[in-house]
């Protein structure tokens, strides 16, 4: 089993900066593909970024150049950069983990695990 325990959401202006935290337990053979995404009130879920098991990364394109994934493999701990943030971020953001070997793990991966959300309110 898998438990994900996100932090950092909150309410900032348009143009501001948050940093999102996933902390993680369990299974790292269950966590080879990490990633965050995000679903807003009346719109479909989306995959914002991922990190594969040897490290690299993939962003949606309305996110790209904004926000950054990164992990710090001795906390445990997935993280979401996220820059110059819009209205159109606001949604709950959610961490997600999977056992998919990196081959496998990019942004259409339906991921086995996910947190409990934290929101992120961006105001114009």
């Known amino acids: 089993q898998v438990q994900l325990v996100e932090s950092g959401g909150g309410s900032v202006q348009a143009g501001g900066s948050l940093r999102l935290a996933c902390a993680a337990s369990?299974?790292?053979?269950?966590?080879?593909?990490m990633g965050w995404f995000r679903q807003a009130p009346g719109k479909e879920r989306e995959v914002v970024a991922i990190?594969?098991?040897?490290?690299?990364?993939s962003y949606a394109d309305s996110v790209k150049g904004r926000f950054t994934i990164s992990q710090d493999n001795a906390k445990n701990t997935l993280y979401l950069e996220m820059d110059s943030l819009k209205p159109e971020d606001t949604a709950m953001y959610y961490c997600?983990?999977?056992?998919?070997?990196?081959?496998?793990?990019?942004?259409?991966?339906?991921?086995?695990?996910r947190g409990q959300g934290t929101q992120v309110s961006v105001s114009s």
């Open positions: 990190s594969d098991s040897r490290g690299t990364t």
């Open positions: 997600a983990a999977d056992p998919v070997e990196w081959m496998f793990c990019y942004l259409g991966t339906n991921f086995d695990y």
């Open positions: 369990g299974s790292r053979d269950s966590r080879r593909c």
